[in-house]
């Protein structure tokens, strides 16, 4: 069955890959190597907020609905057209046994307007449903509370709008609401009324999609190893999840800023069940015992690339360039003890995070991540880590501005891990590290991303300058 999936107009490249992870999620059946199947209305370009989406059931797309972040509501389309004789043409055509049902004596209703592109003033919204007289409504409004909700929904037809693609074609949807969004989450859960935050604090809008993303749920076990201030794991906790999380820093985990402000006041401050454990550990030495293995059902992170923080790894300056042997911390100081650390590269950190992924998570389980994206002048294609445990099965870009972005990598893992396999990443790992960007290995993205422009390169006169960084709301957010 098709619906028409209205979406809110951010993070243009999330919004699909959202979509077909909670599908998958509410129980619908997608076949390998496949995803659901999506079409376009006519005249429409790709970031349009109006997608067409086939699902099994009003049920899955009410679920998705709700949950999604980024989805504003699921309808039952009843009639479309390029103007309102073509929507009722539509809509008369349209099967009564799928119309009759809500329309009604016993029922109640309401009718929203909706418009995309410009504001229609009150007088005009009434005269547009008021239009809509030859639907035969039998039931009573009711604006508060109705059993049925209905909606007009229209793209003005503008060559400028505001920044957005240009819309060509007017056209006007008409349709039965199946599921709305529920936006509570993200004023709820704003980072500003956070009890304890750090500098790479997730953001909660992108934090619950990488939640989404990882399926993560009641009864499922999700684990972030840069677990930081617990941004990710709060997000996974409110929709049901176990969760557990380590750090390399032991006062980020243990100590925070004091006994009422630290990771776990995150979990009290919403009444979230708090993490089953947290850990300080090092992601190159991870401690796990030698036979233990999946045992997680998603792995959700932001791991440290250099621009906001730099990774860490045990050991120290002097210890990793082996100018000084590792020493053993003595019994009584072990309590206040805080071990030493040394720059732990990006491209070191993410094979060990796949290697951690292949290993620990179970079959089916997903790996969710953030991956750096650096624009060179050579227009180069981007290459992204691979595991051959992995199937990578999402790519959605965020740009952050003309030289950088970053890039949410979805994985789902199909092979159960080996020996072979590991040997099989260790040498995929070595061509990437050959022929990836220099600054994945030298650990310079920080200078890259902020280096100073070419002065010769600014133009001072208003008129002939142009900013490189295109006005394209939705896509920089």
């Known amino acids: 069955m098709w619906f028409l999936c209205v979406f809110y107009h951010r993070l243009l490249d999330f919004r699909k890959p959202e979509v077909e992870a909670l599908a998958e999620l509410f129980g619908e059946e997608i076949a390998e190597n496949e995803s659901l199947q999506w079409r376009l209305p006519e005249n429409h370009h790709n970031d349009t907020p109006f997608h067409f989406v086939q699902l099994s059931s009003e049920e899955i797309a009410r679920n998705i609905a709700k949950r999604s972040i980024l989805v504003k509501g699921m309808y039952e389309l009843w009639g479309e057209g390029t103007c309102y004789e073509e929507l009722q043409d539509s809509i008369q055509s349209y099967p009564d046994s799928r119309k009759l049902p809500f329309l009604t004596s016993g029922s109640t209703f309401r009718i929203s307007v909706e418009t995309f592109g410009k504001a229609l003033t009150f007088e005009e919204q009434k005269d547009r449903i008021q239009s809509l007289t030859y639907i035969p409504f039998e039931g009573r409004v009711n604006l508060k509370n109705p059993d049925h909700n209905f909606f007009l929904m229209e793209m ?254 979805t994985m789902v893992k199909v092979e159960p891990y080996s020996e072979e396999i590991e040997e099989a990443a260790r040498l995929m790992h070595l061509e990437f590290r050959e022929n990836h960007l220099r600054w994945l290995e030298d650990g310079n993205i920080h200078s890259s991303v902020f280096k100073p422009i070419d002065s010769s390169q600014i133009h001072t006169d208003p008129k002939t300058f142009k900013d490189p960084k295109p006005k394209y709301r939705g896509k920089y957010v």
Request: proline share 7%; net charge positive.
């Open 156 to 409: 003005i037809e503008s060559e400028e709008n505001n920044g957005l693609q240009p819309i060509l074609q007017r056209r006007i949807f008409f349709g039965r609401e199946v599921g709305f969004a529920d936006r509570k989450l993200l004023p709820t859960f704003q980072l500003k009324s956070r009890t304890y935050l750090g500098p790479t604090a997730m953001d909660a809008e992108m934090a619950f999609l990488m939640a989404n993303q990882a399926k993560a749920t009641l009864g499922k076990l999700v684990y972030d190893p840069f677990v930081g201030t617990g941004s990710i794991l709060v997000s996974a906790a409110q929709f049901g999840a176990m969760t557990m999380g380590a750090d390399i820093d032991i006062r980020v985990v243990r100590d925070g800023r004091g006994p009422d402000c630290n990771v776990w006041s995150n979990f009290k401050q919403y009444g979230l069940p708090t993490p089953v454990a947290l850990l300080r550990m090092d992601n190159n030495l991870p401690p796990w015992r030698s036979g233990l293995k999946e045992i997680f059902d998603a792995i959700i992170c932001d791991p440290p690339y250099g621009v906001r923080a730099g990774g860490r790894k045990s050991g120290g300056r002097k210890i990793l360039r082996g100018t000084v042997d590792p020493y053993t911390v003595p019994d009584d100081k072990r309590a206040d003890h805080i071990p030493s650390t040394g720059a732990y590269s990006l491209v070191e950190c993410v094979h060990d995070l796949l290697h951690l992924a292949a290993r620990m998570l179970v079959m089916k389980g997903r790996l969710v991540f953030f991956f750096p994206v650096l624009r060179d002048e050579t227009g180069g294609e981007v290459k992204f880590p691979e595991h051959p445990c992995f199937k990578l099965v999402a790519v959605s870009e965020q740009i952050l501005s003309s030289r950088y972005s970053r890039v949410l990598l």
